[in-house]
């Protein structure tokens, strides 16, 4: 499965919301593989091609060839032709967007979308249920389609260590200070397993 990351934002917000999404999905379903592809770096992490084993794999092997395998593509906040390919060719859109309006107005203009593959994901917002609304009333997207990675400091801090796993399993012995953060991102989890469940 091909999910391409893109947005009129700031390509390190981007960057960082496709590795947050990353993590989430190896915190609640192991059972994804997921593969970073990043067009700005040429050195940046790359994907290993694997090649076809025998049947005599190790357990390991063979527990990690059945999992599901899906291809993170960040494209930052490029228009070009060859970015406007690979969102055509894509499996699933998610169109990044920041707490306020910048980039809002303009994500239909290209006219790279689909809603029915597409999932709007909203950083640094705290006030979520304004948000969907107001994102539902002026431009008619469907509130099932919108993931939100709220404002937390110390989960911004740690997504931007690659630790936002370790930050939610320490969560959870305190839930009730981070509940809504909790309920938020296990609400995006299922949105994107929701999309990568019409694949596998």
Known sequence: MKVVFWGEISPFEITQNMYT???????????????????????AEQP????????????????????????????????????RRQIREADL?????????????????????????????VSGYWEVSNLRRFMEKTYRIDAGNIAVIPYN???????????????????????????MLNDELRRTVFLFQREISKFY
């Open 21 to 43: 999404v990353a993590e989430l999905l190896a915190f609640y379903m192991p059972s994804v593989q997921i593969r970073i592809f990043r067009r700005r770096n040429p050195d």
């Open 48 to 83: 290993k091609r694997t090649a076809r084993r025998s049947g005599r794999g190790t357990a390991k092997q063979k527990r990690n060839s059945c999992k599901k395998e899906v291809s993170f593509y960040d494209c930052g906040n490029r228009s070009d032709a060859k970015t």
């Open 93 to 121: 859109v998610v169109i990044n967007l920041y707490r306020d309006s910048y980039g809002w107005e303009h994500f239909g203009e290209y006219g790279i979308w689909r809603e029915e593959r597409t999932v709007f994901l």
């Open 153 to 179: 400091n110390e989960f911004q801090d740690a997504a931007e260590r690659r630790e936002a796993a370790k930050f939610l399993k320490r969560s959870v012995k305190r839930s009730e200070k981070n509940k």
